[in-house]
Structures are given as structure tokens and as C-alpha cells.
């Protein structure tokens, strides 16, 4: 559908929003169409695409009644392409007021326009035409809206101050550690420096063991070497002894006056 903007001077507008989208979820724009007659609408300030949305026009006549009266409205874009005729060919009487209510879906994301097109008589300085046109965008139309968004920033949050705290509860264990891991550390250190200690003084006492092992195997050696010479010693003895008895043996059994010559 083609619209067309048409500028004028009979037209007051305007219009009240919130001022921010959570804090009013309903967005006001309220006018004249003509110097008699009033409108206000009034449509949420964000719906979701494929969600269903309701739009309010409330119609007031002032001062005198309006004949031969014609009102259209249009609702379009995201997907929407209504019209409605609220009034053709018909007499409004002055001082009245009619609400009307108009349901949509829109599919797909943008921003939802509505336009009132009236044309009407009036008695004034006799009697007077009216055409009066007013076209703008009333609700936004979005797959993710700020109402979601906040309810996602609200659950994060919630969610972030629970991290925060475990994060504080184990930071403070984490310094619990950090310091016992300190103590633990000067420990190994003084563990350390006794072991070297301990290693020297160990290496030092292997020595000396070491040399009084060596000293006790010479001294076996030679106690081992002497007791062994004795023995030898021993043995030749007594086989010389033995040798000797048996050479004198023969001699011995001589008479004597045969063994003189031994000695002359």
C-alpha cells in the first residue's frame, strides 16, 4: 500500500513516549485531525516478531459535530498491510468519544506504522471542509526486545554475583594455599641445606671409614704373613729335627768304643 504524506497546518501532534522501554511499556501519541477532532493512540513500545499486538485509537469530537464524516486507518509494514474504515458518509456528534482496538501479528523486524486519514464538515464561520492526515511508526518489531534483553542482563547478573562470591571464596583459599605453600617452600629449603650438610658430613665419615677399613686389611695382611712365616718356620724345624734323628740314628748303635773316631 502507498502512502502518502500530506503536511498540515490544521494538524496538532503529539507525542508521549517513555523514556526508556522498561519503564513504560506502552508508548502514547495523542493530536488534533482538524481543528474538531482528537485522537490518541496508544500501542506497546516493543512487541517480538510473531507475537500478537493490540493498537488503541480513541476518536473525541469537540465544539461541533462533524457531518459527512470518513475516517481510515492503516496498519502496515513488518509484514502487516491492514485497513479499516471506521466512519463513511457519517454524522459524529459533538462532546462524544469512541475507542477502538486493532489486533496484528507482525513477521518479521522493523518498525510497525499506523495512519488516520479524516475528512469531514464542520460548522464554524458556516460551514467549513476538513481533510487531516497524520502517518507514524508505533511500535518496534524485533526477534530479540529489550525486555528480553534485561531479563537476560537481570539472570547474568544474578548469575555474575554468584560467580563474584565463589570467585571471592576461592580466592581467599587460593591465598590460604599461597601460604602455606610459602612455609612449605622455607621448609624444603632448610630440609635442603641440612641434606647438604648431612651429604658432607656423610662423605667426610666414608672417608675415614674408608682409610681405618684399609688400615685393618694391611694390618691383617701382615698379621696373616707373619703367622704364616712362623708356621714355615715351624715345619722346617721340625723336619731338620727329624732328618737329624734319623742320620744319627746308626751311630747311636755303635758300641761306643766304635764311636770314638767321631772324635779323634
Not at 459524529?92 to 496484528?104: G, K, M, R
Not at 464538515?121 to 507514524?136: D, F, K, P, T
Not at 554475583?161 to 605453600?181: A, D, P, V
Request: contains cysteine.
Amino acid at each position: 500500500m502507498k502512502i502518502k504524506t500530506i503536511g498540515l497546518m490544521s494538524l496538532v501532534l503529539l507525542v508521549v513516549t517513555s523514556n526508556t522501554a522498561l519503564s513504560q511499556s506502552f508508548t502514547s501519541a495523542q493530536g488534533y485531525l482538524g481543528p474538531n477532532l482528537y485522537f490518541k493512540i496508544e500501542a506497546p513500545v516493543e512487541v517480538s516478531v510473531n507475537d500478537t499486538v493490540s493498537l488503541k485509537i480513541t476518536l473525541k469530537v469537540y465544539n461541533s459535530n462533524l457531518s459527512a464524516a470518513r475516517i481510515t486507518v492503516w496498519i502496515y509494514d513488518c509484514g502487516v498491510d491492514e485497513q479499516y474504515t471506521l466512519f463513511r458518509n457519517q454524522l459524529i456528534p459533538a462532546n462524544t468519544e469512541q475507542a477502538f482496538t486493532f489486533t496484528v501479528k507482525p513477521a518479521r523486524e522493523g518498525y510497525l506504522k499506523l495512519t488516520i486519514e479524516a475528512e469531514y464538515y464542520y460548522v464554524g464561520n458556516g460551514v467549513q471542509y476538513e481533510y487531516s492526515y497524520i502517518s507514524l511508526a508505533v511500535t518496534a518489531v524485533r526477534n530479540m526486545t529489550y525486555r528480553d534483553l534485561y531479563n537476560n542482563y537481570t539472570s547474568l547478573l544474578s548469575e555474575h554475583s554468584s560467580l563474584l562470591r565463589e570467585y571471592t571464596y576461592l580466592e581467599s583459599e587460593y591465598n590460604k594455599l599461597l601460604e602455606e605453600h610459602r612455609l612449605l617452600l622455607d621448609l624444603y629449603e632448610n630440609l635442603t641445606w641440612a641434606y647438604v650438610n648431612l651429604s658432607q658430613n656423610y662423605s667426610s665419615l666414608l672417608s675415614m671409614v674408608t682409610q681405618l677399613v684399609g688400615s685393618k686389611s694391611s694390618a691383617d695382611s701382615t698379621k696373616t704373613q707373619t703367622q704364616q712365616s712362623t708356621v714355615a718356620t715351624a715345619v722346617i724345624a721340625t723336619g731338620l729335627i727329624a732328618v737329624l734323628a734319623v742320620l744319627t740314628r746308626p751311630w747311636r748303635l755303635l758300641k761306643p768304643e766304635k764311636r770314638g773316631w767321631w772324635f779323634t
